[in-house]
């Protein structure tokens, strides 16, 4: 994997500072990003689901009893 030069030097200070590689580093922010879009992505069909109900906080307090 290639980077530009000042992410690079940011991602070995980084690295050095936590005692951490720099591929702990790139993995664990890798998977957090791949998660928050899968998050991102399902909200957005699910926004654009026109059959897909939208109901208030206070309607599913109410379901839940």
Known sequence: MRLP???????????KSLDRSKTYIITKALKEY??????????????NDKDDRVISKKALIEQLG
Do not use: F, H, P
Not at 6 to 15: C, I, N, P, T
Not at 34 to 47: F, H, P, V
């Open 34 to 47: 791949l998660e928050e879009y899968e998050d991102y992505l399902i909200a957005l069909n699910r926004l």
């Open 5 to 15: 030069d000042d992410v690079s030097e940011k991602l070995g200070r980084l690295a």
